[in-house]
């Protein structure tokens, strides 16, 4: 079975600092790896996908996130963070192989971003 | 082009009481899926559907829980006689017919209170 795990419940950042969400997972399989934000009473936004190819992926907003395949890592960055950024952040994992694009996904971390 | 259309936005039903929530997906769209998220929690997957096919429902409760797409019109979700654990925002996704590495387009949810 798939899992993915966000060992932070919450991360706080001041404005302008580097921001780092985590993300592991574990599959058999190659994964497809996405992250996801969710703003307070919406639903989830797609922010950027892992499919194949270069280990760095940019994605909307400034964030990138870098695949590392030996630490099972999905971590979620950006160079500058906004106030704006505060909100939900979800990672996400899905087998190739299974039937569909089914996600299975992390239990979430709160960004905070602090002026 | 309308993203996915979750309705109502809110829904408040006494115990007992029937709970039916509707998901229109992305035009073009013919594969739905349905997450749970309980306060404070990531997104649990509850049932993948394609057109009048229940694909997967391995996080389905076994009883009261069911859903549907039928041929022509939204995707619903109904939950028989409610008690208060089913008080939680219920998101709807739908993905294009093909390739597995589509993001899921979420709607804003239904948000159930159970009294």
């Known amino acids: 079975a798939q899992s993915v795990a966000q060992p932070e419940d919450q991360v706080n950042v001041a404005e302008g600092n580097p921001l780092t969400v985590k993300c592991t997972y574990s599959?058999?399989?190659?994964?497809?790896l996405f992250w996801y934000v969710q703003y307070p009473n919406r639903g989830l936004q797609f922010l950027l996908k892992y499919i194949t190819g270069d280990n760095l992926v940019k994605g909307s907003y400034g964030f990138e996130a870098e695949f590392n395949k030996s630490q099972t890592s999905f971590h979620l960055k950006k160079p500058s963070a906004l106030v704006s950024d505060s909100a939900l952040y979800f990672c996400a994992v899905r087998v190739p192989n299974n039937a569909g694009n089914m996600l299975t996904f992390g239990g979430g971390t709160r960004l905070m971003v602090k002026p | 082009n309308a993203g996915v259309m979750q309705n109502p936005r809110h829904l408040v039903r006494r115990r007992g009481q029937e709970a039916r929530l509707r998901c229109s997906p992305m035009k073009g769209h013919s594969h739905v899926y349905w997450y749970r998220q309980l306060p404070e929690e990531g997104l649990k997957f509850m049932v993948y559907?394609?057109?009048?096919?229940?694909?997967?429902e391995s996080g389905m409760p076994k009883e009261r829980f069911s859903a549907e797409f039928p041929k022509e019109g939204p995707s619903i979700l109904r939950i028989q006689q409610v008690v208060r654990g089913d008080s939680a925002a219920y998101f709807c996704a739908s993905s294009p017919p093909s390739g597995t590495n589509s993001p899921l387009h979420f709607g804003n949810g239904t948000r159930l209170t159970v009294t």
């Open positions: 559907l394609q057109k009048e096919n229940i694909i997967d």
């Open positions: 599959v058999s399989g190659n994964p497809y």
